[in-house]
């Protein structure tokens, strides 16, 4: 996805606008459990809550930096970390903040690629075997 809004909008405004719409999204999510699945959620994820919110309060005096660790080094699913941050207390500018930041960072980690060939190599330079 961000390849196709980096070549409609060019490198700057489309790497910009990919973090701008999953920091949204992500908020959506974040607002979603907030008002409407505590409880479930709480039901359902009791003990990952409790450990999530020991390490937060733990981080709470460095809080975005523990939160932007979390997402350019995803142990914790994201998916997670966007329905436990309200139930855990965390304020939703920090939220919104760490995922425009952490969460595309981590996703252009993963997509970069160490051995890309030039492009403007031929064909039969790139599957060279000599």
Not at 45 to 73: A, H, M
Not at 107 to 129: H, Q, V
Request: aromatic letters at 16%; a positive charge.
């Amino acid at each position: 996805m961000l390849r196709i809004i980096q070549s409609l909008f060019g490198l700057k405004a489309g790497f910009t606008l990919a973090c701008l719409l999953t920091a949204t999204g992500a908020t959506f999510c974040y607002l979603l459990s907030n008002f409407c699945g505590k409880s479930w959620i709480s039901r359902q994820f009791s003990r990952q809550l409790t450990v999530l919110r020991r390490k937060v309060e733990d981080n709470r005096s460095s809080l975005i930096y523990y939160l932007l660790f979390l997402r350019l080094f995803p142990m914790t699913p994201n998916w997670f970390l966007n329905i436990a941050s309200p139930i855990i207390g965390i304020p939703l500018h920090l939220f919104f903040i760490s995922v425009f930041i952490g969460k595309n960072l981590s996703i252009n980690f993963d997509k970069f690629d160490l051995f890309e060939f030039p492009r403007n190599a031929s064909n039969s330079e790139r599957f060279n075997d000599e």
